[in-house]
C-alpha cells in the first residue's frame, strides 16, 4: 500500500470522526442489549445500559482482535484507501445511523460502516476494488446472524420451559429475574467484543495508509482502548427510541423470555467473535426475540413490525454506500 501524504489536522479529524461513529454504534444499539431487560421489569432502564456499558469495555479482555482484522484487511483493498475513502464510509454510516435512530428502527451500525466502505472504494475505483471473499462472508451473516438468534433463542426456551414444567409462574419469573442479568451481562460482553472492533478496523486502515510506525505489524493499543471506551461511553447514553421497538413491539417479553433471547444472541455473537466475522449485533437479537416468541406460538410475534425490521436491513447496505459515494466525493473537494 503506498503511503499517503496528509496533514496531521486530517488524521485527526478522521480518528475523531471515527470515534464518533463508534460512540454513536453504542449508543444506536444499546436497545440490543438491554431491550430485552429492561422490557421485563427487571431493571431500570438507566441502570441497565450502565450495566451494558461497564461490560461493553470490559470486553477488551475476552475477544482477539480478529473482527478489527476483516474489517481492516479483509473488505475492500487496501491499496484503494485513502483519507477520502475513510471519510465517505464514516460520514455515510454515521447518516443512516442517526436516520434510523431518528425513526426508532434497529437496523445494523456494522453494515452501515461496510455499506460505506463498498460506496466509498467503488466511487474512487470502481468494483474491482472490493474482496469478494471478506464482502461474502459478512453478507451471509446478514442472513445466517439473526438465524442462528432464532435456532439458539428458541431452542434455550424450549429446554428452560421442559426443565421447568412443575414450577408455578411466579417462581419461574422469581428465578429468572436472578439470572437474566447473568444473561445480559454475556450480550453487552459479546456486543462490545464485536462491534467495538468494527471501528479499529476503520482507523487501523487509516494508520497504515498514512504509514503510522508500527501500525503494519499490529494495532495499536490506544486504538483498541479508545474504541472499547467510546462504545461503552455510547451504550451509557442509549437510544431510547429504539429501545420501545426491541423490548415491546416484536413480541412480550417475561424474564424467562429475556434470559433465552439474550443468551441465545450472545452465543451467536461469541461464535461470530470467535470467526472473526463482523456481524450485526441488531440482527442477532432480533433473531432470538422473534425465537423465544415463536416458540410459544407463532401469534406472539407482531410479524408486521419484523417485516418493517427486515426491510430496514435489506436497506443498509445500499443506502449508506450511497450516502458514502457522495460523502467521498465532497471529500476530495474539501480535504
Known amino acids: 500500500m503506498p503511503t499517503l501524504h496528509i496533514s496531521i489536522y486530517v488524521l485527526a479529524l478522521l480518528i475523531g470522526l471515527a470515534v464518533l461513529f463508534d460512540f454513536m454504534n453504542g449508543f444506536h444499539d444499546a436497545a440490543n442489549a438491554i431491550a430485552t431487560v429492561v422490557s421485563t421489569g427487571v431493571l431500570k432502564p438507566q441502570t441497565a445500559v450502565a450495566m451494558a456499558s461497564v461490560f461493553n469495555i470490559v470486553a477488551i479482555f475476552f475477544f482477539q482482535l480478529k473482527v478489527a482484522s476483516t474489517i481492516g484487511k479483509g473488505t475492500i483493498d487496501p491499496i484503494v484507501v485513502d483519507h477520502y475513502v475513510i471519510f465517505g464510509a464514516l460520514v455515510g454510516a454515521i447518516f443512516w445511523n442517526v436516520v434510523t435512530w431518528y425513526y426508532g428502527i434497529p437496523s445494523s451500525s456494522s453494515h452501515a460502516l461496510i455499506g460505506g466502505l463498498v460506496g466509498a472504494a467503488v466511487a474512487k475505483s470502481g468494483t474491482g476494488s472490493l474482496i469478494a471473499s471478506g464482502l461474502v462472508k459478512t453478507i451471509a451473516f446478514i442472513v445466517l446472524s439473526p ?136 440482527h442477532t437479537i432480533t433473531g432470538a426475540i422473534v425465537g423465544v416468541g415463536s416458540s410459544r406460538k407463532m401469534s406472539a410475534v407482531r410479524w408486521g413490525v419484523a417485516g418493517n425490521i427486515v426491510w430496514a436491513w435489506i436497506l443498509t447496505i445500499p443506502a449508506s454506500a450511497f450516502v458514502a459515494a457522495i460523502a467521498w466525493w465532497i471529500g476530495t473537494k474539501i480535504l
Not at 426456551?157 to 409462574?169: A, K, L, Y
Not at 429475574?177 to 464485536?194: P, V
Not at 499490529?218 to 427510541?241: E, K, M, Q
Request: proline share 4%; charged share 10%.
Open 147 to 282: 438465524l442462528l438468534g432464532f435456532i439458539f433463542g428458541s431452542i434455550m426456551m424450549v429446554v428452560v420451559s421442559w426443565i421447568f414444567v412443575g414450577s408455578t409462574p411466579r417462581r419461574v419469573d422469581k428465578w429468572f429475574r436472578r439470572i437474566q442479568l447473568l444473561s445480559a451481562s454475556m450480550y453487552s460482553l459479546g456486543h462490545g467484543g464485536n462491534d467495538a472492533q468494527k471501528t479499529m478496523g476503520i482507523i487501523w486502515m487509516l494508520l497504515i495508509a498514512s504509514g503510522y510506525p508500527g501500525a503494519k505489524d499490529s494495532l495499536p493499543w490506544w486504538v483498541v482502548i479508545t474504541c472499547y471506551t467510546a462504545i461503552g461511553l455510547g451504550t451509557l447514553f442509549g437510544g431510547w427510541r429504539i429501545v420501545k421497538t426491541m423490548g415491546q413491539k416484536i413480541t412480550k417479553l417475561k424474564p424467562v423470555g429475556g434470559f433465552c433471547a439474550e443468551t441465545g444472541g450472545a452465543i451467536t455473537l461469541f461464535l461470530a467473535t470467535w470467526l472473526g466475522i463482523p456481524v450485526s449485533t441488531t
